[in-house]
């Protein structure tokens, strides 16, 4: 396990719940705009806004996961292997649960 300092992990955690609550305002702004019948532009709108919901909904899944993960006190910690995920991932990307390592083996 590995102990972050709290005073990193309460900066850590208010970063990810703002985040969080960016995503879910563009989520509720995308659903307010109106699926239309019409021209080949509307459908090509709301064909980008279904994929952009669909995005910010992955984020919102995983933001969840890593907020998850810091009360439990394993952020940090690969969710897939148990090893420590590299800070420099983690300062680029805080909301990460897995390590580099298993996210290239995801993609394959």
């Known amino acids: 396990m ?3 300092p709290r005073k990193l992990t309460v900066g850590i955690q208010r970063f990810l719940e703002r985040k969080l609550m960016e995503l879910k305002r563009n989520e509720k702004e995308l659903k307010a705009t109106k699926e239309r019948e019409g021209d ?3 459908q090509v709108e709301h064909f980008e806004n279904q994929v ?6 992955k984020q919102v ?3 969840r ?3 998850t993960r810091l009360r439990l006190g394993k952020y940090g910690i690969c969710e897939n292997c148990g090893q420590m995920i590299d800070t420099d991932r983690l300062a680029i990307n805080p909301e990460a649960t897995i390590c580099m390592k298993c996210a290239q083996e ?3």
Do not use: G, R, T, Y
């Open 40 to 42: 080949v532009d509307d």
């Open 106 to 108: 995801d993609e394959k």
């Open 2 to 4: 590995i102990n972050f």
């Open 65 to 67: 996961k890593a907020l």
């Open 61 to 63: 899944v995983q933001i």
């Open 52 to 57: 952009k919901a669909n995005f910010i909904q």
